[in-house]
């Protein structure tokens, strides 16, 4: 099955600090992917929406200056968090699909857990 | 897209069958039903999704009742291994494939 590899599993990074976070989709063009974040013991919150060569799509709440997403190709789409504070520690997940029809599934990478110190 | 209710946590036995049920009563005709599981520390996992007609894949089947306002997955025979969070999504083929996810369901699965 299609697979999504999400890079780091973990990371650890001190306050102010940026952190980026890769999505690759591994066997198929991914024109569209999403980041969703968890805090402990709560489920997936949807953070934005990225659609390949386009300006990510961001949920209401969630600071687009913060939260920068990039999906410069098919198979990539990455999330960059700036000047990171220990509020954004949290579990980040990215999931992608292949195409615009519906009907389909989502595959989801691993998921990353940001500490920030 | 409507709202999905779900138990907030099931046990089960290992090997025996898991009935984790689903109630979207408000959804409409053109949304469909999807679970997904998550195990601990891991990005979800797709297991099985259906519109009106029960279906039945290599994981689950898919049990939506006549009037579509509920839903029953069915893990025939659960092992310790699908120990995890269920999530039952209704989605609006309108709105594409961003997931809104609710709590779910916990389902232990004991020896």
């Known amino acids: 099955g299609a697979v999504v590899s999400q890079h780091p599993s973990w990371v650890i990074c001190k306050s102010g600090t940026s952190v980026k976070i890769e999505c690759r989709s591994l066997?198929?063009?991914?024109?569209?992917m999403f980041w969703y974040r968890q805090f402990p013991k709560q489920s997936l919150m949807l953070m934005a929406t990225s659609n390949e060569g386009s300006k990510a799509t961001y949920e209401q709440g969630v600071e687009k200056d913060k939260f920068l997403i990039n999906h410069a190709s098919l198979t990539l789409s990455t999330l960059t968090v700036t000047s990171a504070h220990p509020e954004d520690s949290s579990f980040y997940i990215c999931?992608?699909?292949?195409?615009?029809?519906?009907?389909?599934?989502?595959?989801f990478g691993s998921g990353t857990q940001l500490s920030v110190l | 897209d409507a709202k999905t209710t779900q138990p907030t946590s099931m046990d089960c036995a290992e090997g025996r069958a898991a009935n984790l049920p689903c109630n979207h009563s408000t959804i409409s005709g053109n949304e469909y039903v999807y679970w997904y599981r998550q195990i601990h520390s891991q990005g979800p996992q797709y297991i099985i999704h259906?519109?009106?007609n029960n279906e039945t894949n290599e994981m689950a089947s898919l049990i939506i009742t006549e009037d579509r306002k509920s839903s029953t997955l069915i893990l025939p025979h659960a092992t310790l291994r699908d120990t995890a969070v269920y999530y039952c999504?209704?989605?609006?083929?309108?709105?594409?494939?961003?997931?809104?996810f609710g709590k779910g369901t916990s389902l232990l699965v004991t020896p």
């Open positions: 999931s992608a699909s292949e195409g615009q029809k519906f009907n389909e599934k989502l595959f």
């Open positions: 066997d198929f063009q991914a024109t569209t």
């Open positions: 999504i209704v989605v609006n083929s309108n709105s594409g494939y961003a997931l809104n």
């Open positions: 259906g519109l009106k």
